[in-house]
């Protein structure tokens, strides 16, 4: 039997009609954007593929030999320390018959990445060193068989890798971000990885990205957000968006005696704070109040609805506190399911026939309650797809 399906008014509208909204009275993306195969290839290809990801910490990368391996989509790069400290980055793929060098998600390389498959060996900077047998062939010479490299930036104590050699550098894309970062975490070098946890999510990436920045849901959805809500002092509350970063942040509730289930001491930081950095289009860094820690939070798509959700945590204290501890374990087993819930639920809802497009909650003075980030960062995607 044949399945008839619904035409949605999406089908039909016309790209250029939706950017031409104004945020107040704007519609939302129509939900196709969040499931069609089509458009999550074309994000890949004009948006992913051309954007800055984030490795790791300053720290991960210090000592020589020390390697973080991450993929995107099909991608795959290490990045290492070299021996004269510098960091490279290159592709995972071995330059003899394409096999991949590395399977672990960090290390530490001793000597040489030496191919599992027939051993050609390569240095921390990506050139071949060894080919076994090679002096058989003719015609051969090792440096054009070194592996291709790929670019690394740091901001804001983290390293980035882009795929694409003609992107923009990120101090032009991100003006101001370095120095936000280094004002709301002064010891910025000092952190060190805690804990790193990944949770694959049946969800789009917008769709969890929507959720993480706007604060109209947090005081009106689940109880570990309302108990989040009651650490932050909402008075102080700001979403301040840049053009292609953002921020949001408020100072904690100066009279909390606990938080994440264990009592505060009277000598709590008092620049503890809510803070939150997103860096487009998907890396987000953030500190929750009291927690003594630096957190990642760092959205990688995997396919149209299915997203790999990293949660990194990063300290500064050789003994974690206890409070660090606790509000890990709150954020992995509290927070984060109770965010992720609805997310999945969202995600199914985008295919009934009965929705389409919503409404933005953005009100006149961008309050903490607003919805302009989701707005704008639609607008940012819109463009990546559709434009120039
Ligand atoms: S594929 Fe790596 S050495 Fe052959
Ligand atoms: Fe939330």
Redesign the pocket.
């Known amino acids: 039997m044949q399945t008839i399906r619904v035409v949605k008014k999406a089908d039909i509208v016309a790209p250029d009609s939706w950017l031409a909204q104004s945020p107040d009275e704007a519609l939302t993306l129509p939900s196709r954007y969040f499931f069609d195969d089509t458009i999550f290839r074309s994000e890949r290809d004009r948006i992913f593929m051309s954007a800055w990801h984030v490795i790791g910490h300053k720290s991960e990368l210090s000592t020589p030999g020390q390697f973080v391996m991450t993929d995107i989509f099909d991608q795959s790069i290490i990045a290492t320390c070299g021996k004269d400290g510098v960091v490279h980055a290159f592709h995972n793929v071995c330059q003899h018959r394409g096999n991949r060098l590395v399977e672990e998600r960090r290390g530490v390389q001793k000597g040489v990445f030496r191919c599992a498959y027939h051993s050609w060996c390569y240095g921390l900077d990506g050139n071949l060193r060894h080919a076994p047998r090679s002096e058989r062939i003719k015609n051969f010479s090792a440096g054009s068989y070194n592996i291709p490299t790929v670019r690394v930036e740091e901001v804001g104590g983290f390293y980035y890798f882009n795929l694409d050699p003609n992107a923009p550098s990120m101090s032009d894309l991100f003006p101001g971000a370095d120095a936000e970062m280094k004002r709301v975490f002064p010891t910025l070098d000092d952190y060190k990885l805690l804990e790193e946890k990944d949770v694959i999510v049946p969800a789009n990436w917008k769709v969890i990205m929507d959720?993480?920045i706007e604060g109209y849901?947090f005081s009106l959805?689940g109880p570990c957000?309302v108990d989040l809500a009651d650490l932050i002092d909402f008075e102080g509350y700001k979403l301040t968006q840049r053009d292609k970063w953002w921020t949001y942040a408020a100072p904690a509730n100066k009279d909390a005696t606990s938080a994440y289930g264990v009592p505060l001491s009277a000598d709590k930081n008092p620049d503890e704070c809510f803070f939150n950095i997103g860096i487009w289009p998907h890396n987000t860094f953030y500190t929750f109040p009291f927690s003594q820690f630096l957190a990642t939070f760092l959205i990688i798509p995997l396919a149209a609805e299915k997203t790999l959700l990293r949660f990194g945590y990063y300290t500064t204290h050789d003994t974690v506190p206890e409070v660090t501890k606790a509000c890990m374990d709150w954020m992995n087993t509290d927070l984060g399911p109770e965010?992720i819930k609805l997310n999945i639920s969202v995600q199914k809802g985008l295919h009934s026939v009965g929705y389409n497009q919503g409404r933005y909650v953005i009100d006149a003075d961008r309050s903490n309650e607003s919805e302009h980030l989701v707005h704008h960062f639609h607008t940012l995607v819109h463009n990546g797809i559709h434009g120039e």
Request: charged share 15%.
């Open positions: 959720n993480s849901h959805s957000h965010d």
